[in-house]
């Protein structure tokens, strides 16, 4: 198994980055074509499609070991312990950096360029992922594009953003660019079967109802409770009949996102905090007592956990929204007959009841309603305010 495997219906990006890591291999030894590599990548495609598991999986590579190698092996042979320790992210050579928060500030990113510059400890390359460059202020921005003009001895920048639009022009204009495709529904479900275990029916289900995002299916196959929120998430379409229901609607779906968010929070906060706590000395017990001197730490890492439940909680409602777009997808698929499978496959016949009880343009107009709601999110409307005009808008067809 090596480091490639995971990513999903992505051949012709797999072939340049195994190319791009035997090039880094002759830049270390001198021998062979270097043209290959570059410092800097810029790493796009939609979510899901799994540019940031590219990336971590280049990053691996780059360090691979394998004594194969030289043989013509291919980098990135999952079981060295180059390939191991970067995949895992103990790699002293390897930073993985996603933001937990809405943003990646100046302050951060200076962090970063600092600790980029260092030589690589092994000898190899100094790599630095960062899964979320679309997430950078400008300031931030403007920081990261001078590391990258003025790149360290054997430093590796792996940039990922869902769209090329999405980073900074003087930024991606430095970058070697590699564009990933959504996978095909297929694909992911063979994936969630033969890695996960889970059964063929549960993973073409969750494949087709995630529309190809890898790890957004894993979760609906895994998780009966995310099934029970989606399906809560579309039956929005049967239930806007009038205006207090319309405006109930969106209660209920804000609430559904906030209750995801609680349960990505709850798994996650709880060990964070006790980490904390034992790394800082506090007594032995639930609730121990604190060393003097650690209430600004604790407070920091609330302050963290807090922002990145405001991320939580959008991320998810951009989620659900995305489902509703593939409802009346569906909804439009019917009343132009131009597909036979839907996307929301397993509620045909809710999805046929609303189309037969409606026109295309009036479809067109919720599906747009529905986008607009995305983008006062992106701009930080009140997620309830946004949502309600959403619903109203939805109802009025």
């Given at each position: 198994?090596?480091?490639?495997?995971?990513?999903?219906?992505?051949?012709?990006?797999?072939?340049?980055?195994?190319?791009?890591?035997?090039?880094?291999?002759?830049?270390?030894?001198?021998?062979?074509?270097?043209?290959?590599?570059?410092?800097?990548?810029?790493?796009?495609?939609?979510?899901?499609?799994?540019?940031?598991?590219?990336?971590?999986?280049?990053?691996?590579?780059?360090?691979?070991?394998?004594?194969?190698?030289?043989?013509?092996?291919?980098?990135?042979?999952?079981?060295?312990?180059?390939?191991?320790?970067?995949?895992?992210?103990?790699?002293?050579?390897?930073?993985?950096?996603?933001?937990?928060?809405?943003?990646?500030?100046?302050?951060?990113?200076?962090?970063?360029?600092?600790?980029?510059?260092?030589?690589?400890?092994?000898?190899?390359?100094?790599?630095?992922?960062?899964?979320?460059?679309?997430?950078?202020?400008?300031?931030?921005?403007?920081?990261?594009?001078?590391?990258?003009?003025?790149?360290?001895?054997?430093?590796?920048?792996?940039?990922?953003?869902?769209?090329?639009?999405?980073?900074?022009?003087?930024?991606?204009?430095?970058?070697?660019?590699?564009?990933?495709?959504?996978?095909?529904?297929?694909?992911?479900?063979?994936?969630?079967?033969?890695?996960?275990?889970?059964?063929?029916?549960?993973?073409?289900?969750?494949?087709?109802?995630?529309?190809?995002?890898?790890?957004?299916?894993?979760?609906?196959?895994?998780?009966?409770?995310?099934r029970e929120r989606r399906a809560e998430v579309l039956a929005l379409p049967l239930r806007v009949g009038?205006?207090?229901?319309?405006?109930?609607?969106?209660?209920?779906?804000?609430?559904?996102?906030?209750?995801?968010?609680?349960?990505?929070?709850?798994?996650?906060?709880?060990?964070?905090?006790?980490?904390?706590?034992?790394?800082?000395?506090?007594?032995?017990?639930?609730?121990?007592?604190?060393?003097?001197?650690?209430?600004?730490?604790?407070?920091?890492?609330?302050?963290?956990?807090?922002?990145?439940?405001?991320?939580?909680?959008?991320?998810?409602?951009?989620?659900?929204?995305?489902?509703?777009?593939?409802?009346?997808?569906?909804?439009?698929?019917?009343?132009?007959?131009?597909?036979?499978?839907?996307?929301?496959?397993?509620?045909?016949?809710?999805?046929?009841?609303?189309?037969?009880?409606?026109?295309?343009?009036?479809?067109?107009?919720?599906?747009?309603?529905?986008?607009?709601?995305?983008?006062?999110?992106?701009?930080?409307?009140?997620?309830?305010?946004?949502?309600?005009?959403?619903?109203?808008?939805?109802?009025?067809?």
């Amino acid at each position: 198994m090596s480091v490639w495997d995971d990513l999903v219906g992505q051949n012709a990006v797999v072939e340049q980055l195994v190319t791009a890591a035997r090039s880094a291999r002759a830049v270390l030894s001198g021998e062979g074509d270097p043209s290959g590599m570059t410092h800097a990548w810029l790493f796009t495609g939609p979510p899901g499609s799994g540019r940031a598991t590219a990336a971590r999986a280049f990053a691996a590579a780059l360090q691979c070991t394998a004594p194969d190698l030289e043989l013509g092996g291919v980098p990135g042979c999952g079981f060295c312990e180059g390939c191991h320790t970067a995949l895992i992210g103990s790699h002293s050579d390897v930073e993985m950096v996603r933001t937990d928060v809405l943003s990646i500030g100046v302050k951060e990113t200076r962090e970063l360029v600092r600790s980029a510059s260092m030589s690589p400890a092994a000898g190899r390359w100094q790599v630095i992922v960062l899964e979320d460059c679309d997430r950078l202020t400008e300031g931030a921005a403007n920081v990261l594009l001078k590391a990258i003009e003025e790149p360290a001895p054997r430093t590796v920048w792996l940039l990922c953003a869902p769209s090329v639009e999405d980073a900074l022009p003087t930024i991606r204009s430095r970058c070697r660019l590699l564009v990933l495709r959504q996978p095909a529904v297929g694909a992911v479900a063979d994936v969630l079967v033969r890695r996960d275990g889970i059964d063929p029916e549960l993973a073409l289900f969750a494949a087709r109802a995630a529309q190809g995002h890898i790890g957004r299916a894993r979760r609906l196959a895994t998780d009966a409770s995310a099934r029970e929120r989606r399906a809560e998430v579309l039956a929005l379409p049967l239930r806007v009949g009038d205006l207090g229901a319309a405006l109930a609607g969106a209660q209920s779906l804000v609430d559904a996102a906030a209750a995801d968010a609680k349960q990505v929070a709850e798994e996650v906060d709880a060990k964070e905090t006790e980490d904390l706590r034992a790394a800082l000395g506090a007594a032995a017990g639930v609730g121990g007592r604190m060393p003097r001197g650690t209430a600004g730490a604790m407070k920091e890492l609330e302050d963290r956990q807090k922002r990145r439940a405001t991320r939580t909680q959008r991320d998810s409602l951009d989620r659900a929204l995305i489902d509703l777009c593939s409802f009346y997808r569906d909804v439009l698929a019917l009343q132009f007959a131009a597909s036979s499978e839907l996307t929301c496959e397993d509620l045909r016949s809710a999805v046929q009841r609303v189309a037969g009880g409606s026109t295309a343009e009036a479809t067109l107009r919720r599906i747009e309603a529905v986008l607009d709601c995305r983008r006062a999110l992106d701009r930080n409307v009140a997620p309830l305010l946004a949502v309600e005009a959403m619903t109203v808008a939805l109802r009025a067809g």
